[in-house]
């Protein structure tokens, strides 16, 4: 049979963008290609290793699981050489030329989503197999698929936008991938140069490597070794190395348990949560491990997806090789473990909290947010996450925070729920109305400046038996106290009341005077006992340009102490006009400061009248 003359491929568009980027300005550590390329050599032993285990019929099947690594000055070349699975030709255009796995994806997703700009930060993605392109002039990947039937295969490219492919006889099963370097880059194909980099981390490859011929020391599954003889550098390698990376973790979790499960587990926070700084959405990544064999790089059902933010491996032998999340054992073995694992975790957090409180308010600033969404959402640990939740309040410094249980042991007596208010920062809380009646009464109350908040708390509802309550509902009730200053008599109050629930008329479900006020005139509030305001504000956002908004339903409460207040009362005999352009802007403050203001353009008229009289 001729062979065929090679072929010629585009590279997808997208892999094109990915490669100019690798190419021209990514990474300063240009050496990772040589961790990615050991990496995909180790991953594909582990797919063969797992293949062993049900097809009879594979190619070159005494070849050992290992991988050789050789270089040669002379050539500038460095030759990485694996006996895993191998590519067919239908699988090398898929792999290699279009953007299918998860590293390149997230990287891509990132810069389409405004992560260029932080182009430090895209260093944290793993583009794989395309960081050989930051050294290579040309990269020649040659390869025998497993599978009996299929013909060797020899891809190239040059990086530039296209590469080939050609059927290649008498190929070993796996692949060799020769790297071409680039005159600037010729020291990757020294000896010492490359020990130098495979020792950092080969050491966690789970198959032998050689490098010319020589045996690098290799120390499978750090997992499965005594805390005690591991160093911080091996941890923070590993780390790196796993997760491709290139941070320093912020926390780390090494355990290991036996009942009910046993589980060996060794967890890392990264130092960013780069869902934050705008990038995609996290997948889950912790890598689920039989007795050191593989298993799931980024199992999807271990652990609950607030965790996704984890990084690491968790080695269970009561696991089944072949675990398949449709039977329903599996799936509940699986559950199993993650319950053990996330409350390990989180028992360690609480450790951290408590005996490093800085540290942890720094981790809390980055990632308290998936704290809370798993406080609103994952019921089973609820009870835990709730205890780490930390808000500022009108009782701490600005930055500084406090716990729920702190909150609690300084309720005063007779106070029975937590009060929060939320905006979007800590001056918006001090500079609005709701917050004086509680001051005036020494009530502390926690101020929440992320839109979740609200939602975390009515899904949470309560902690150590007191209800959470925002501060700005009308239901709440204070307590009386002596408030100083003239005041509007009972009976004028009475009288004002009357007058503004008429002149007012639809837009405001109900006026009194105020038990809360002290240095403001009035306030509105939320009278909707469905929808609170920070969901009016998601709705109205959500609203189409021409569809009328729902009418807000608030209660007005007013100060009879107020300058503005008692002028009013008299105004609004002698002069009823200007009295109905005082209520009526009275009101609208008051939405203003409740962000509940729907349209503001009927203001500028009024006031326009209201100037006219000065
Ligand atoms: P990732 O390893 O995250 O999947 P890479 O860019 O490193 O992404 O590799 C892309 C794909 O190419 C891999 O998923 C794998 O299917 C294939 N591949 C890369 N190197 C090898 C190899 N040495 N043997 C077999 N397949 C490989
Ligand atoms: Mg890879």
């Known amino acids: ?3 065929a003359a090679p072929q010629k491929f585009e590279f997808q568009a997208e892999i094109k963008q990915l490669l100019d980027i690798v190419i021209h300005s990514l990474y ?5 290609f040589a961790r990615e390329l050991v990496s995909n ?4 032993l582990e797919k063969l290793r797992h293949l062993q285990l049900t097809e009879k019929d594979v190619h070159d099947d005494n070849l050992p699981l290992e991988i050789n690594i050789t270089t040669d000055e002379a050539a500038k070349t460095v030759t990485f050489q694996d006996f895993g699975i191998g590519m067919t030709r239908a699988e090398l255009v898929e792999n290699l030329g279009t953007i299918a796995h998860s590293g390149s994806k997230a990287f891509l997703k990132a810069l389409g989503e405004g992560g260029a700009k932080n182009t430090s930060l895209i260093g944290q993605f793993g583009v794989g197999f395309y960081s050989a392109f930051m050294v290579a002039k040309s990269v020649k990947v040659y390869t025998h698929s497993w599978r009996t039937a299929e013909p060797g295969q020899l891809w190239t490219s040059d990086g530039s936008g296209s590469y080939e492919i050609e059927e290649s006889e008498g190929q070993r099963r796996g692949c060799k991938i020769v790297v071409t370097l680039k005159d600037d880059c010729a020291e990757f194909a020294k000896e010492w140069r490359l020990k130098e980099i495979l020792t950092r981390y080969s050491a966690f490859v789970g198959f032998p490597i050689t490098l010319n011929g020589t045996k690098l020391t290799t120390v499978q599954a750090l997992w499965l070794r005594g805390k005690a003889e591991i160093k911080d550098e091996e941890y923070t390698e590993f780390y790196k190395f796993q997760a491709h990376v290139h941070d320093t973790p912020r926390y780390r979790l090494h355990f290991s348990a036996d009942a009910p499960r046993s589980i060996n587990a060794l967890l890392f926070v990264p130092q960013e949560n780069t869902e934050r700084l705008g ?10 491990y039989c007795r050191r064999v593989l298993i799931d790089a980024a199992p999807k059902d271990l652990l609950p997806e607030w965790l996704r933010f984890l990084k690491g491996v968790v080695d269970s032998e009561d696991l089944p090789l072949n675990i398949s999340r449709e039977t329903m054992q599996d799936k509940a073995l699986l559950d199993k473990l993650g319950k053990v694992v996330t409350k390990r975790f989180l028992k360690m957090l609480e450790e951290e909290a408590a005996q490093r409180p800085d540290a942890y308010t720094e981790f809390y600033a980055a990632f308290g947010i998936f704290l809370k969404e798993g406080a609103a959402l994952d019921f089973m640990h609820k009870d835990q996450l709730v205890k780490l939740l930390r808000f500022e309040s009108s009782l701490t410094d600005a930055g500084k925070t406090t716990s729920l249980a702190d909150y609690v042991s300084r309720m005063k007596d007779g106070q029975k729920e937590i009060y929060y208010l939320v905006a979007p920062n800590r001056e918006a809380i001090e500079s609005g109305p709701y917050l004086e009646g509680f001051k005036a009464r020494n009530l502390e109350v926690l101020f929440c400046h992320e839109p979740v908040d609200e939602y975390v708390f009515s899904n949470i509802r309560e902690f150590d ?9 009308a239901d709440v009730k204070l307590e009386d106290i002596p408030q100083q200053g003239d005041s509007l008599s009972e009976s004028a109050a009475k009288d004002l009341v009357a007058w503004l629930k008429d002149t007012l008329g639809a837009q405001v479900a109900d006026v009194k005077t105020s038990d809360r006020l002290v240095g403001s005139p009035a306030l509105a509030t939320n009278a909707d006992k469905l929808m609170n305001a920070q969901m009016r504000r998601m709705m109205r956002a959500m609203k189409k340009p021409d569809e009328a908004a729902e009418p807000v339903k608030v209660n007005l409460e007013i100060n009879p102490r107020h300058a503005i207040i008692r002028k009013l009362a008299a ?4 002069d009823p006009d200007k009295a109905g352009l005082v209520a009526g802007q009275l009101l ?3 939405l203003i400061a409740a962000g509940l203001l729907e349209d503001p353009s009927r203001m500028i008229t009024r006031l326009n009248k209201l100037l006219e009289s000065i």
């Open 588 to 590: 609208d403050n008051a």
């Open 28 to 32: 300063t550590e240009k050496e990772i």
């Open 571 to 574: 105004l609004r005999t002698t």
């Open 465 to 473: 038996g007191k209800k959470f309550r925002a501060a700005d509902h």
């Open 279 to 288: 990038f995609a959405r996290l997948e889950p990544s912790v890598a689920l």
């Open 1 to 3: 049979m001729p062979t």
């Open 41 to 44: 050599a180790s991953d594909a």
